[in-house]
């Protein structure tokens, strides 16, 4: 006799082969086989080449230009990059191994700076070549059931009600033919399917949305390739130019020099231009919150496009640059140059001709600082400000009361010694370190030097010379830039716009047609004409298109329609 728990038991290998099954399911799992260095090289360019990973390169890139914008670059300032490391004796050479003084020609920045540029390539060729093969191809088949697609209609059209151009009933190739034609004027690329159980069209429109999106990302590489042409070779700079004085387009007339990475000096442009006059504009109504403030700036120039043309009248405004062989000329400062005659103490002219002095508020109270190595027996410096309007009173400081030029006054204060000039150390030409200098004069020792058009020259102490103010002259500042790529860089930009207009407001669809012949409940034939669309995307407006499809057909036909 059998045990009543018998039917439920099991062979005691049982628990063991369901282990064991699972066991290799696990390992079939596990054990995926290697893709080997081809395989590796496949998987990284797919990754490379997705549109989000272009995303975050493009967002790394300008992540990576933060540096150069904090950290003083060699390829600008080497003077500053050596005061930086100077001062920061522990960080600074670390910061020299990564390249943050050099950001923009850095191993990594170029290197994300490629990879962007792969990767934007490697998104748009293979797109564009597939979106061509697209372009070639007929439209899609016909559907079974077109009353799945999002958009559905059905007319019926009684046979006898239109008559063919032979007299004929419409039959179910004709009203195809006709919806074809209508289809066309729709701006649809269609094809015609005669064969099978029911007569067809296929119909396609919006391939131009695709194309906008790949101008886009193309006109993006674009982009690329024109910072990169700039970067590259060309250049930017700034020069003060006095009035009556000129400026001649060659690196040793620049005040400072940016160029490019692979800047070479012949190809700068051999222009030249003098500065003729300058006009301010000042507002002097009474009561305005703007008085005294500057309305205009205008420079008369004279440029020679070379060496051997004529000179021409230019007129250049802060927003009207100057644009010469492709070198734009800004105006971006202006100021006033007093012009001073030093004589040293051996009695010879050290220096004469205009100082310029940089604007330090709104009435151009302007700070002013003049080293004359050349006088004897020792080097002179001047230290002090310049005010176009001076008011000087008895125990006060002097300044100041307007912009314009009514009662101009230099305020000066003296030293003898050593400049620090002859030891080929670069120094700012608008500070003078009078901390090894010997003080002949100062207003803080209430002998400083005060040059007005009534007192125009004053003596300095123990035999070292004289200073005297001989006129006022005005200056401007200009920004000289060259970039090669900018004209690639705008073309581009506008038809990454065009391409991003088309891709935004272009839709792309799919339309079928297909008839087929009925019998109506009174005996009589129809035509029963069953058609639908289809959106590729976002198409908000697929269910006015039905519509106006139906009306189209209805009035081809000569049916009643009415909009719901």
């Known amino acids: 006799m059998k045990s009543e728990d018998s039917p439920e038991q099991t062979s005691p290998d049982a ?16 054990d995926a086989p290697a893709l080997g260095p081809l395989g590796m090289l496949r998987w990284a360019w797919t990754q490379l080449t997705k549109m989000n990973t272009a995303l975050f390169l493009l967002l790394l890139l300008a992540v990576a230009a933060v540096p150069g914008s904090i950290f003083p670059q060699n390829i600008q300032d080497p003077g500053k990059v050596q005061t930086y490391l100077e001062a920061h004796p522990t960080w600074g050479p670390i910061a020299d191994k990564l390249q943050l003084f050099d950001v923009f020609s850095s191993v990594w920045f170029s290197a994300i700076y490629l990879l962007l540029f792969i990767s934007l390539i490697g998104c748009v060729l293979p797109r564009a070549v597939k979106h061509a093969k697209d372009w070639r191809a007929k439209p899609p088949r016909t559907p079974r059931n077109l009353t799945r697609l999002p958009q559905h209609r059905t007319l019926t059209i009684p046979a006898d009600s239109v008559r063919t151009a032979d007299g004929a009933p419409l039959d179910p190739q004709t009203a195809v033919r006709t919806a074809q034609r209508i289809l066309r004027r729709r701006r649809y690329r269609t094809d015609l399917r005669l064969d099978g159980p029911a007569p067809s069209v296929g119909a396609e429109r919006g391939m131009v949305r695709e194309l906008g999106n790949l101008l886009f990302h193309a006109a ?10 700039g970067s590259l070779f060309g250049y930017s700079g700034q020069k003060i130019v006095v009035k009556g004085e000129s400026f001649v387009n060659t690196l040793v007339s620049y005040d400072t020099f940016t160029p490019g990475t692979d800047f070479d000096a012949d190809r700068l442009r051999p222009f030249s231009l003098t500065l003729d006059d300058f006009h301010v504009s000042f507002d002097r109504q009474q009561g305005s919150p703007t008085y005294a403030q500057p309305l205009d700036f205008t420079a008369d120039v004279s440029v020679k496009d070379d060496a051997d043309s004529k000179a021409r009248k230019e007129t250049l405004k802060v927003n009207q640059p100057l644009s010469v062989d492709g070198t734009r000329v800004y105006l971006s400062g202006n100021g006033y140059a007093p012009i001073v005659k030093v004589t040293d103490g051996d009695g010879k002219v050290a220096y004469e001709g205009p100082v310029v002095s940089l604007a330090t508020d709104k009435t151009y109270t302007s700070s002013t600082v003049l080293k004359v190595p050349d006088a004897r027996p020792d080097q002179l410096g001047f230290v002090g400000m310049f005010l176009p309007s001076a008011v000087i009173q008895d125990g ?41 200098l010997h003080e002949l004069n100062s207003m803080r020792n209430k002998n400083g030097i005060v040059l007005t058009e009534q007192n125009p020259k004053a003596e300095l102490p123990e035999g070292k010379g004289s200073i005297e103010l001989e006129g006022v002259s005005r ?6 830039h060259y970039d090669p790529g900018k004209p690639v860089v705008l073309v581009s930009f506008l038809l990454a716009f065009a391409g991003l207009v088309v891709s935004l407001f272009v839709a792309r669809r799919r339309a079928w ?17 069953e058609y639908g669309l289809l959106a590729r995307g976002e198409d908000p407006r697929i269910g006015a298109e039905a519509d106006r499809l139906t009306q189209l057909f209805a009035k081809e036909w000569g049916l009643e329609f009415s909009e719901a």
């Open 15 to 30: 628990p063991k082969r369901q282990g064991s099954r699972r066991s290799r399911r696990r390992s079939r799992t596990a």
């Open 220 to 229: 993006l590489i674009g982009v690329l390739v024109g910072m990169a042409i």
């Open 396 to 436: 006060q400081s002097p300044y100041s009361a307007d912009p314009s030029l009514s009662n101009p006054a230099l305020v000066l204060s003296s030293y003898s010694g050593d400049l620090g000039l002859d030891g080929g150390t670069p120094q700012n030409v608008y500070v003078l370190d009078t901390s090894s």
């Open 475 to 480: 200056y401007v500042g200009l920004d000289i």
């Open 513 to 529: 047609v297909t008839a087929r012949a009925t019998r109506l409940a009174d005996g009589s034939d129809a035509v029963v004409v």
